[in-house]
Nanobody, 126 residues
Framework: VQLQASGGGLVQAGGSLRLSCAFS????????MGWFRQAPGKEREFVAA????????AYADSVKVRFTISRDNAKNTVYLQMNSLKPEDTAVYYC????????????????????WGQGTQVTVSS
């Protein structure tokens, strides 16, 4: 499995970005997907997760309402739409994949995921 994240950049507070993560190497619809982030000097933390079908999603409290995770199984891509960005959202954002039998289950823990992308930098200026 290969994961390629893109879409990061520099944005002012209050702005928006959409991250994409292109998946290849296996059947995308067999994987739950997640986004995590890691700020300098901090541990990697959960941001959002989506089930295989896309019908179930979960968010960290810090991003709820502002961020939306979605997936397009026909394009083998998972997205993270980030609105109302804050300086504290500055981090490297990573997408992750977990093979799963369950179509509606999402996964919140780092060690749930077996595959990781390389990360994309998001910087929010105040």
């Amino acid at each position: 499995v290969q994961l390629q994240a893109s879409g990061g950049g520099l944005v002012q507070a209050g702005g928006s970005l959409r991250l994409s993560c292109a998946f290849s190497g296996r059947t995308f619809s067999g994987f739950g997907m997640g986004w995590f982030r890691q700020a300098p000097g901090k541990e990697r933390e959960f941001v959002a997760a989506i089930s295989r079908s896309g019908g179930s999603t979960a968010y960290a409290d810090s991003v709820k309402v502002r961020f939306t995770i979605s997936r397009d199984n026909a394009k083998n891509t998972v997205y993270l739409q980030m609105n109302s960005l804050k300086p504290e959202d500055t981090a490297v954002y990573y997408c992750a994949a977990k093979i799963t039998y369950y179509t509606e289950r999402y996964y919140l823990r780092l060690d749930d995921y077996g595959y990781w992308g390389q990360g994309t930098q998001v910087t929010v200026s105040s």
